[in-house]
């Protein structure tokens, strides 16, 4: 089945700093993913849109200069936070589409997430 | 994109059914209704997908009616481990299109 991992999997950083966080589909290649963040008790919030060998699109209310998004590769997608500050503590999520007509559904596979956490 | 408006907990025994509605007034010709399930840190998984009448996996069942104006997944005889959030989720099934996610239904499984 397939597979996208993320790594690492939780980091504490001291603010100021910049932690970046990797996104690959480990048995297919994605066309696009998408990068979610998610704080405690609320819902996946789509942060951006990232097509391979592209910039980003990001939604609205996304600092692009903050989150900064590199497709780079048919299998892996970073996310660099840039400057971290503790309000930016949260739980990043991505997930990787593989732009196949799947029989039933936009199939799309999500990562375990990255825990962020800034001191 | 179609609101989708789910509640927002369900308390449930571990061998009962679970039915979870969702609604979804505005759902659009070419919308297909999916769920996903997510457990605490981490990523969502794909349960089932639907564009009407009934759709049946091995994990779940998804009835539309015919004004596809809302679903119901129903989960059968649930144990402690689908304890979780479930979220409803309706859009087109382009590849390459974005999940937008609602608040979800937290079901509690209790012993």
């Known amino acids: 089945g397939a597979v996208v991992s993320q790594h690492p999997s939780w980091v504490i950083c001291k603010s100021g700093t910049s932690v970046k966080i990797e996104c690959r589909s480990l048995d297919f290649q994605a066309t696009t993913m998408f990068w979610y963040r998610q704080f405690p008790k609320q819902s996946l919030m789509l942060m951006a849109t990232?097509?391979?060998?592209?910039?980003?699109?990001?939604e609205q209310g996304v600092e692009k200069d903050k989150f900064l998004i590199n497709h780079a590769s048919l299998t892996l997608s970073t996310l660099t936070v840039t400057s971290a500050h503790p309000e930016d503590s949260s739980f990043y999520i991505c997930?990787?589409?593989?732009?196949?007509?799947?029989?039933?559904?936009?199939?799309?596979?999500f990562g375990p997430g990255t825990r962020l956490t800034v001191l | 994109l179609a609101k989708t408006t789910q509640p927002i907990s369900m308390d449930s025994y571990e061998g009962q059914e679970v039915n979870i509605t969702c609604s979804h007034n505005n759902i659009a010709t070419n919308d297909y209704i999916t769920w996903y399930q997510q457990f605490p840190s981490q990523g969502p998984r794909f349960i089932i997908q639907?564009?009407?009448t009934k759709v049946t996996n091995e994990v779940a069942s998804l009835f539309i009616p015919a004004d596809r104006k809302s679903s119901t997944l129903s989960l059968p005889r649930v144990s402690l481990s689908d304890t979780a959030v479930y979220y409803c989720?309706?859009?087109?099934?382009?590849?390459?299109?974005?999940?937008?996610f609602g608040k979800g239904t937290t079901l509690s499984v209790s012993s």
């Open positions: 989720l309706v859009g087109d099934n382009q590849a390459g299109t974005a999940l937008i």
């Open positions: 990232s097509n391979e060998g592209s910039k980003a699109t990001y």
């Open positions: 997930s990787a589409n593989s732009g196949r007509a799947a029989i039933n559904y936009n199939e799309q596979f």
């Open positions: 639907g564009y009407k």
